[in-house]
């Protein structure tokens, strides 16, 4: 990644409020040693038209993981980071979701529950968006353009963001010329499942879709 992307990424997590991601040295540690889930949660799939200036993703559909990560221990968010990275979704950040309705025209995005719970909209504003409930142990895969935003969460309300490697992940609330939509529909295939690798679920899913 260039300097000069990591000082724009920077700059975009420090204006909207995200922290980056406190990686632990026992956590970094851990990267290459942790297995896999013993059992692979299969995602349940959603898909949404375009809505108003929200483009979400005609191609891709969401994958929302159930109870993916079991949580342990004083740092679960560790959890969550020590998978994504593993699987090559460096992580970004800790912290909540905006309350307000955006997405990311340039990258995919993993959003992994770590604690609390929350109600959220993807897809943008009725009727096409739609209600989601999370809690601590799930994971959501957003296709780049998919709309997103909290409408209520618990206090102890915690989510890592990661993100494929050298994509950038400022945000949009505002529609997109025919040029940035056409350079949203080619942003790049993830290289894996940001839990399981390269043969996980999401790769078997967006490359039928």
Known sequence: MTNT?????????????????ALSEAAG????????PAHPVQPQTLSFDPNGWIPNNQRLPVLVYRSAVPLSGGDP????????????????WRNGIYDFHHFHPATHEVLGFAGGSA?????????????????AGDVVVLPAGTGHCKL?????????GA?????????????????QLHAMQQVLFPASDPLT???????????AA
């Not at 540690?29 to 896999?36: C, E, K, T």
């Not at 993807?122 to 096409?128: D, E, K, N, Q, T």
């Not at 690798?197 to 490359?207: F, M, N, Q, V």
């Open 29 to 36: 540690d851990a990267f290459a040693g942790s297995a896999a």
């Open 77 to 92: 968010a560790a959890l969550f980071e020590q998978a994504f990275a593993r699987n090559g979704w460096p992580p970004q």
């Open 5 to 21: 992307k990591r000082r724009r990424i920077s700059a975009a997590l420090a204006a909207g409020g995200l922290l980056p991601a």
């Open 197 to 207: 690798g390269r043969d996980g679920p999401l790769a078997k899913l967006w490359r």
């Open 152 to 160: 209520e969460a618990s206090a102890d309300f915690l989510v890592v």
């Open 163 to 179: 993100y494929p490697p050298d994509e950038d992940i400022g945000i949009s609330r505002v529609g997109l010329s025919a040029a």
């Open 119 to 135: 109600r959220l909209v993807l897809g943008g504003p009725a009727p096409i968006g739609r209600e989601v409930r999370v809690k």
